[in-house]
């Protein structure tokens, strides 16, 4: 189990689903077989590229495309074959492939980093006109997810359809059972509206945003929830426990 | 019969003992063990002090009740902090086997550290039982072709050294007093919240302290303690980190080898240099040394190998 404490899951706090961070995934279905070349874009950037391969032969239901990984090149943390990436090669020194079945998904994840990102994947045989997907706009049948981990009040925009939704985010409390966040919730993009437009859940609960419409999803927090008052500082720890801070490696 | 028998009483093989003890210390560190879910990284430092001394007609001395004071004892507990994860739940069920797509799990924690100093503890060697042994010794730094009296003029003569060689150096289990258990208890949630990094907003660190739960079952399951803090301090300084070990060899070898109760020079000056004239010495050969119940007794003979 690899454990963080990547400081960006705990500053970026909002959610965009054009601007992929290390709580947002989209997942996307290439339906034509075929070969597909992605590019990872940051604002105007071009970070990274790779290639999909929709091969009907292949047994690949999940390809997982790190787009940290893409962009900060593979470490050890995410060898050849590693199950964070199902369905990728990295043989040669070209671009990475990913090989997923036409029936299958791709799902586009970062997994450490600030992010900021979205993709832009386009068949290579592609005509000119054909402008191919570009994931700030999810298509139908696109499903954006998200974790959100700050408490707090949230508004929920589509800003493609202008649909709008609230979220909040309940303080955790402590207690002698372990918490553990529950099952993600469904959330259904209809054109105008989201299915469900009050919701609340418990810290690191999931969204899960299925498109029926275009869409953008932007999750913007609006009231901050800090939870109970401060607790008093503990009293003097005496000689046993020197400086904490000293110790921290 | 021997040419020459010194004696020395047994309070006067105390005070022999006592500045040999009194040059005693130890250190060691930092040095770190790794024990699956967690390590611990130890320094320590200490000296002697205390202790009887009992002379017995079989040839042996047995010293009682001998401290270790821990001038330094420091203790670090490393462990994986195994906080929360997020994610890692299914977004396309798959009727036939359970998932289709699923969203990779980020999981929160990290290694944090307890750190305890337990500096100023006293244990105890139980019993030394040791027996002394006459080494002959020439200084690695004298040069060969010089005869004894050059090497005395050159501050290096040859010496007879008697050792105090230990048979048996058995230490005591480091007694941790439950008062510093109970604490370690009291202070590990506050340690585990204060270890988290300083910039992690509260709201992050209530997340991950509601994750643990109960924080004293969490850690004491990662560390292994099944019963007190206090025992398994001991332990883990003890046995499981080798400290009883290092300081029983470590006393055993400094009494046997690094510093003698007495010594003297071979040739024994019995006249020292004045008005000109070199000084009249001895050799001294077949040294023996025992001791009874009274006294310590060395015996030699005079005259060249």
């Known amino acids: 189990m690899n454990l963080t404490f990547d400081r960006n899951l705990f500053t970026q706090i909002g959610l965009d689903s054009a601007s992929l961070t290390m709580l947002g995934t989209i997942v996307h279905s290439f339906s034509q077989p075929g070969e597909y070349r992605g590019v990872v874009h940051e604002g105007a950037q071009v970070k990274a590229v790779f290639t999909i391969s929709v091969d009907k032969n292949s047994a690949n239901a999940q390809a997982s495309v790190d787009l940290a990984s893409l962009v900060l090149g593979p470490d050890a943390s995410h060898p050849e074959n590693c199950p964070c990436c199902e369905g990728s090669s990295s043989k040669d020194r070209g671009p990475r492939t990913f090989v997923v079945n036409p029936r299958g998904y791709v799902l586009f994840h970062v997994s450490q980093g600030p992010g900021g990102y979205y993709v832009h994947v386009r068949r290579t045989d592609a005509e000119e006109e054909d402008k191919g997907y570009d994931s700030r706009s999810l298509a139908e049948g696109d499903v954006f997810t998200a974790i959100l981990l700050r408490p707090g009040a949230y508004s929920i925009i589509n800003s493609l359809t202008g649909a709008k939704a609230e979220l909040i985010v309940t303080y955790p409390k402590r207690g002698e059972r372990r918490y553990r966040p529950p099952a993600p919730v469904r959330v259904v993009c209809h054109k105008k509206s989201f299915e469900t437009d009050m919701l609340q859940i418990d810290p690191g609960q999931g969204v899960i945003f299925e498109g029926r419409e275009y869409s953008r999803i932007q999750i913007k927090l609006e009231k901050p929830d800090d939870g109970p008052k401060t607790k008093e500082p503990a009293s003097p720890t005496g000689p046993i426990v020197p400086h904490a801070g000293t110790w921290w490696r | ?305």
């Open chain 2, 1 to 305: 019969m021997s040419h020459i028998t010194i004696a020395a009483s047994e309070r006067a093989f105390e005070q022999i003992f006592t500045l040999v003890r009194d040059n005693f210390s130890f250190s060691k560190g930092p040095e770190t063990g790794s024990f699956g879910p967690f390590s611990a990284t130890y320094t320590v430092a200490g000296k002697l002090s205390g202790g009887t001394l009992d002379l017995h007609d079989d040839g042996t001395v047995e010293v009682k009740n001998l401290d270790i004071v821990w001038t330094q004892l420091k203790l670090k507990v490393c462990l994986d902090l195994p906080g929360c994860c997020v994610g890692g739940w299914c977004i396309i069920p798959d009727p036939w086997n359970g998932c289709l797509v699923g969203v990779p799990e980020i999981c929160i924690g990290g290694p944090i550290c307890i750190p305890l100093d337990l500096s100023g503890l006293v244990s105890e060697v139980n019993s030394i039982k040791a027996h002394l042994k006459p080494v002959y010794f020439i200084d690695p730094g004298r040069n060969p072709a010089w005869t004894d009296l050059e090497a005395e003029f050159n501050g290096k003569p040859n010496k007879w050294r008697i050792f105090l060689d230990p048979d048996l150096v058995s230490v005591d289990p480091i007694d941790v007093p439950a008062s510093i258990g109970n604490l370690f208890e009291n202070l590990v949630e506050n340690a585990v919240e204060d270890l988290l990094p300083s910039w992690l907003p509260g709201w992050a660190k209530d997340i991950i302290m509601a994750a643990l739960g109960f924080i004293i079952d969490i850690v004491k399951g990662i560390l292994g303690i099944v019963d007190k803090v206090e025992d398994w301090i001991s332990d883990l300084l003890g046995n499981r980190l080798d400290l009883l070990v290092f300081l029983e060899t470590a006393i055993a070898d400094y009494f046997a080898a690094q510093y003698p109760i007495y010594e003297f020079e071979d040739p024994y000056p019995i006249l020292p240099a004045s008005g000109g004239l070199f000084p009249v010495k001895i050799p001294i050969r077949d040294l023996k040394s025992t001791v009874n119940s009274k006294e310590m007794i060395v015996e030699a003979n005079v005259g060249g190998a």
